[in-house]
């Protein structure tokens, strides 16, 4: 008597949508690594091995206390000016259609893809003493150029678009009913913009804000052109770390990269902890 073969009732094997993936993720891992892992580590290890004694003769120096307090003072300006500035520009690419927008738009993301060096010269040009807009600003006792200002300028030019990149998609999310209800209820627009808008767009504020400013703390291209480069008043450390590195102060060197790492690092958990805090205040809200 014969019988039939019935169906096999087994799950059917899952397939990755895309194949070799154990093999890509250990050259992805591999590569990463060493290109950016390796040469990390390195630099910590060789900076845990300078001692105390290396570290307060290196933090202890006047000339690298000025360098840390113009490239923290210029970064921090910069980046609250450009999360200010983002925040205006985003909101007219996303609330308004005009003439010229998308090219606006393009623009923003200029400063990603000019060399920074290029930038410099160009901002140098338009703002040293016979420039542009130097030319106005001298007579009236207004210097820009080779000073604190035009470092500024050159940190919020390099740090805008991270900025208005943050806020633009929680702006074109948002859409207007919100608002809408809002003035139904009889909110002003500036009510309406503090209590409903704003609530809405301080993580990309703030994430925009370190992006802008973790960019500005290692910027050199752009900066050192327009700086002046003078110690103890024009001086960013990652200048520094390349003087101390021709004079062959190894160990000098070594403990101001470190410091500019650790403010990286600082930046870095700064940027991944804002969504998770302010998701968690909002779960705390609706259990309320």
Known sequence: MSTLALPSLSRPRWRRPLPGFGLSLGLGMAWLGVVVLLPLAALTVRAAGLGSAGWLRAIQDERVRAALKVSFGASFAAALIASLAGMLVAWVLVRYRFPGRRLLDALVDLPFALPTAVAGIALTAIYSPNGWIGQFLE???IQVAYQMTGIVIALVFIGLPFAV????????SLGHEQEQAAASLGASRLTALRRVVLPELLPAL????????????GEYGSVIFIAGNKPYQTE?????ITIRLEEYDYNGAIALAALMLAASFACLLAINLIPLLFRHERR???DV
């Open 139 to 141: 007579p009236r006792g």
């Open 165 to 172: 990149r943050t806020v633009q998609p929680i702006l074109e």
């Open 206 to 217: 703030l994430t925009g804000f370190s992006l802008a400013f973790a960019r500005a703390l």
């Open 236 to 240: 960013i450390a990652p200048l520094l």
């Open 284 to 286: 705390s809200r609706r």
